[in-house]
């Protein structure tokens, strides 16, 4: 029994043995990672990718030249400290004030201090504006620089030149707030912003532009693309129900709300979706088919039952608008669900025998005995059959 015990375990330890061997054998694949942290007045960025390494570490605040080329000044007892390596080769460059005001700077290349000279200015230069940019760093001074200079256009060309979807949507967000941007300016930003790949990015943005689309007809068909590019449900609903609160919606944006909201996978956020705006359909019959057909998306019968108890709930409906309410509940497979929702709006509208040909006609596709029951006892009660 012992020497079966440690051949298992001499079996185990030589299978693991071998997996390591092909691991360390095996190149590691190149990868992009970034990171940014803030805390207690310390702001650290760093960026691997394919061998080579940077890093930026501000401690307290910084303040940089005009053009981006160096550190021009750091609090008291605060630093800046950056650095490069890419395999042998590294350099890291530090400013520091000390308690007196004194501002010191070095320069190491392998660890070993060296004077700057025009090639570490320039790598200096290079290194310093690159991480600004990437980093997100001092982007309302940035933004505000560049519009003074090149406009709305210079700005969206210096985004394109940032990788990260933070710092993207910080310059983004910037731009929005600092330029009085007209409607083909905010078209342009829709366009380019749909590069953004993180849907939390692209949804804070989407939310900061949905205020300014009132007015702005020519903006409102790339805000629903920019939308359509959103993969998370939670992120995509989140951004309609914003826009869906700033003010009465119009005809037309109601039409692409319906749509981009059957787009949506999850019948949750789906249905969150439409019993925020289930009200603003009812007036117009395409809004209405729009609506209807929206509802007809959604599989879960509980959620759907959801939204058209709280259309139900928005007050007296016309004819057409409970017949397609009807119509809609005989669509569930639940009996439960469809004999609930008949049930509610039976009590709702007591006394109404407007609607007995489609109650009767939603009740005969319940296959239940005992849910068909429940129901034609509570019409009877209110009167909508007899």
Known sequence: MKLLKYSIKARVLCLLASCMALLLSSPLPAYAQKSRDESQSTMRWEHSDDGLRRRLEIRGKAEFTDDYTDVKSVSEGGWVTIE???????????????????????????????????????WLAKFVLDVVRQGGIDADKRVQRILSQ???????????????????RRYYQELIKQANLDANQLRDVLRQMRTISSDYEAAQLLIGVA?????????IQPFFDAVATIKSDYEHSRVLKTLLSQGTPSRALLVLVASSTKSISSDYEKAGVLKKVAASYLDDPTLRDAFFQTVGSIESDYER????????????????????????????SSDYEKATFLIAVSNVYTGDSRLKSAFLKAVETIKSDYERGRVLSVLLKNKQIS
Request: overall charge neutral; glycine content about 10%; hydrophobic content about 40%.
């Open 150 to 168: 090149r406009g709305v256009s210079g700005v969206l060309a210096e985004i394109d030149q940032i990788s990260g979807d933070y710092a993207k």
């Open 211 to 219: 205020p300014m689309l009132t007015g702005k007809e020519a903006a």
């Open 305 to 332: 039952r959801g939204v058209l108890t709280a259309l139900v709930k928005t007050g007296n409906q016309g004819e057409e608008v409970l017949r397609l309410l009807l119509d809609s509940a005989a669509g569930m």
């Open 84 to 122: 490069e390596h890419r395999d042998s080769q590294s350099y890291r460059y530090e400013v520091r004030r000390d308690a007196s005001g004194q501002i010191t700077r070095a320069f190491f290349v392998n660890g070993t201090a060296q004077a700057m000279d025009a090639n570490a200015r320039s």
